[in-house]
């Protein structure tokens, strides 16, 4: 699901046009990038500073939306956050600062400042933070001199990564206050990712609502089902090349990804490829030059 399908369905789509020997007005672009999940994306880095995507470029990432069309995407932000105490004998606990309880009060205090926030995307709903790996301490019987954290941080419209940032390191300082002695570090970790938005009356979303209605007889849904889902390629391409003609739509439900079992229901597969197949028929196949040269 996340997401060999949407990969296969993409594969599946060049090799039916290369059979059919379709006339193009345009070009069509298969790209597959590495570290999408990583803290610095290395794979939509390399891609947009080698040029290859032209200005004005349709851009979709096939990830799985269980055929839903996403046209906004939340921002990320990661973040390292250490606290620092004093190392003494459990039995002689007052004499050392306990790193993991002030780690402890950060986790609540983030949390508690994320869910407070006023912020609602109609589509993307509120911020969520996640403390997604913890490590402190070495020993029983140790008082912790050191407690690390990594915290993902999904921000919303209209947050910004600033705005994230400043939250962010004034909870972690109102947390290390309340333990006499303790201390914090805060780092980010790889990428700035705002969030993003394709208008309305984007080439790429009106194009793929109607591709959506000609092979299904329906119109597609927009948005998540509850609202975030993960930050993809196509939104890094949207916020460094200020493209507004970035979404996301494939086979497979986020559901399943990063669990056991994961998979994809084929005949999500075979639906997808009939959408992204006439999609291309609307944007740069014989409609699109049949409209050109007349």
Known sequence: ADMKGGLAVLLLLVRDLARERLDLA????????????????????????????????????LEPTDLRLRIAQVG???????????????????????ANHAMALVVAELKETVAALPHRHPL?????????????????NVVPERCRAEFDFRIVPPMDPDEADRLVRAAVERAVRKIAGARAEVR????????????????LVTALKEAFRRVTG?????????????????????????????AVFGPGSTDVAHATDEYVEAAQLALASGVVRELVRITIGPERLAAARS
């Open 26 to 61: 345009g070009d069509l672009f298969v790209i597959a990038t590495v570290d999408e999940e990583g803290p610095d994306m290395a794979g939509a880095v390399a891609l947009v500073r080698s040029g290859v995507i032209p200005p004005g470029a349709l851009v979709l990432a």
């Open 76 to 98: 990320v932000m990661w973040y390292e956050v250490t606290t620092v105490g004093r190392m003494a004998h459990a039995g002689r606990a007052p004499l050392g600062v306990d």
């Open 124 to 140: 993307l709903g509120p911020p969520l933070l996640t403390a997604g790996r913890l490590d402190g301490g070495f020993k029983t």
């Open 188 to 203: 980010n970790l790889g990428l700035r990712r705002p969030p993003v938005q394709a208008p309305e009356d984007s080439p």
């Open 218 to 246: 329906r119109p597609i849904k927009v948005g998540g089902r509850d609202g975030h889902e993960a930050y993809t390629d196509a939104s890094l391409i949207a916020a460094w090349t200020g493209n507004p003609d970035c």
